[in-house]
């Protein structure tokens, strides 16, 4: 089974602020099947990359994927309001278990 | 609209058994891998379970096997979970969740949840 660890587990930053958030696999993740989510409190999680880099439908391009293998990182270019919350990171493909990881929080500082 | 509607949640108590449903809409329901995942209080998301498009081929985590049960009626367009001898950790809001593409042998990552069935397991 593939152990995700994220990092920070708190980022506390201010809007307009460059955000980078980590996503580490026990073992490598294949064929960069590894996505993030973004849930804000009291909502569903909303997919906002697959594909390690794929931005999905409707989400703005200051979100950014980026990484490969065991190490994998999402880039939040400025900071706006809306987008202090949770993230988590989750690896698929075809070998299940379909883990996710513990979850960034990005608070406003 | 693309939508999943969840329900069937409750309170149980320890040992209990529970059975959600998620039902679909606004999309080709059989042609689409889905999935379970919950969410305990104040916690992370954790995958409980997947299944195949036809329904074939089911999957668990190893905190819910052989106890929990994925299946699928693709006539009704709705995912079910049976959910046997809970414990107080099945606590949880569980979601169930669209693969985003359809593909032969690859589960996707997530495009679409429900709104979440809270399962509360206390006596």
């Known amino acids: 089974e593939i152990v995700l660890t994220q990092s920070p587990g708190t980022l506390s930053l201010s809007p307009g602020e460059r955000a980078t958030l980590s996503c580490r696999a026990s073992?490598?993740?294949?064929?960069?099947?590894l996505a993030w989510y973004q849930q804000k409190r009291g909502q569903v999680p909303r997919l906002l990359i697959y594909?390690?880099?794929i931005r999905a439908t409707g989400i703005p391009d200051r979100f950014s994927g980026s990484g490969s293998g065991t190490d994998f990182t999402l880039t939040i270019s400025r900071l706006e309001p809306e987008d202090f919350a949770v993230y988590h990171c989750?690896?698929?493909?075809?070998?299940?278990?379909?883990?996710f990881g513990q979850g960034t929080k990005l608070e406003i500082k | 609209e693309l939508q999943l509607v969840e329900s069937g949640g409750g309170l149980v108590q320890p040992g209990g058994s529970l059975r959600l449903s998620c039902a679909a809409s606004?999309?080709?329901?059989?042609?689409?891998?889905m999935s379970w995942v919950r969410q305990a209080p104040g916690k992370g998301l954790e995958w409980v379970s997947s299944?195949?498009?036809?329904?074939?081929?089911?999957y668990y985590a190893a905190s819910v096997k052989g106890r929990f049960t994925v299946s699928r009626d693709n006539s009704k367009n709705t995912m079910y979970l049976q959910m046997n001898s809970l414990r107080a950790e099945d606590t949880a809001v569980y979601y169930c969740?669209?693969?985003?593409?359809?593909?032969?042998?690859?589960?996707?990552?997530?495009?679409?949840w429900g709104q979440g069935a809270m399962v509360t397991v206390s006596s």
């Open positions: 969740a669209k693969d985003s593409f359809s593909r032969n042998g690859v589960f996707d990552a997530f495009d679409i």
């Open positions: 606004g999309f080709t329901f059989s042609d689409y891998a």
């Open positions: 299944i195949e498009g036809p329904g074939r081929d089911t």
């Open positions: 073992q490598s993740v294949s064929s960069s099947y």
């Open positions: 594909g390690a880099s």
């Open positions: 989750q690896q698929y493909g075809t070998s299940p278990p379909f883990s």
